[in-house]
């Protein structure tokens, strides 16, 4: 089975950087869906600044998942989401994995798969290959979303980190101090 986890990046502040809610947030979620799904071998990610932040965040949790910059995640895709999701299958299918996640900006979430995002949320897709997630997201989701646990669920609206947890954030440059 293919798993693809699209996140939106996290809560960040002014000046465009993660913040330390947004980082813990996006950390809380990430290792509950290691835990409930195994890890993502690689993580790609927009350029920006956040992404970039958020995707850390997401390795971290995924316990070293690699993160890849690809640009394409950047631009707003609303003309050319047929684009950005060959783009992605193409990312996905030179992996040896079968799970990947990607972080991204709302309208390319929003034009990709018809879904809004809030900050530091995500949603899953599996299919028995990568292009049946592009070709039918809707019904590769809602078949996934049922098996999550009331854990997973909770988690949206309390996410929580443990000490042992935010001493692993603290290792992150960008929140040294903040947390």
């Known amino acids: 089975m293919k798993r693809i986890i699209i996140f939106r990046h996290g809560e960040y502040d002014g000046s465009g950087e993660l913040d330390a809610d947004g980082a813990k947030a996006v ?5 509950l869906i290691r835990r409930e799904t195994g890890r993502a071998a690689t993580v790609f990610t927009s350029p920006v600044l956040r992404c ?3 995707a850390r965040v997401i390795a971290l949790a995924m316990d070293g998942a690699e993160t890849e910059d690809e640009e394409l995640l950047a631009e707003n895709c609303s003309d050319r989401a047929h684009e950005c999701k060959n783009r992605l299958i193409a990312l ?3 992996q040896d994995g079968d799970t990947i996640a990607a972080v991204s900006h709302e309208p390319n979430v ?3 798969f018809n ?7 995500e949603i899953m897709f599996e299919a028995d290959d990568w292009r049946q997630i592009f070709d039918r997201p809707a019904q590769n989701l809602i078949s996934r979303v049922q098996n999550f646990s009331e854990e997973y669920f909770r988690s949206y609206f309390i996410p929580e980190c443990g000490e042992e947890d935010l001493a692993k954030l603290r290792g992150l ?3 040294a101090g903040r947390l």
């Open 27 to 31: 950390f809380a979620r990430a290792k």
């Open 52 to 54: 970039r932040q958020t």
């Open 173 to 175: 440059d960008f929140l």
């Open 110 to 112: 929003r034009r990709m």
């Open 92 to 94: 996905a299918e030179r």
């Open 115 to 121: 879904v809004s995002l809030r900050p530091g949320t």
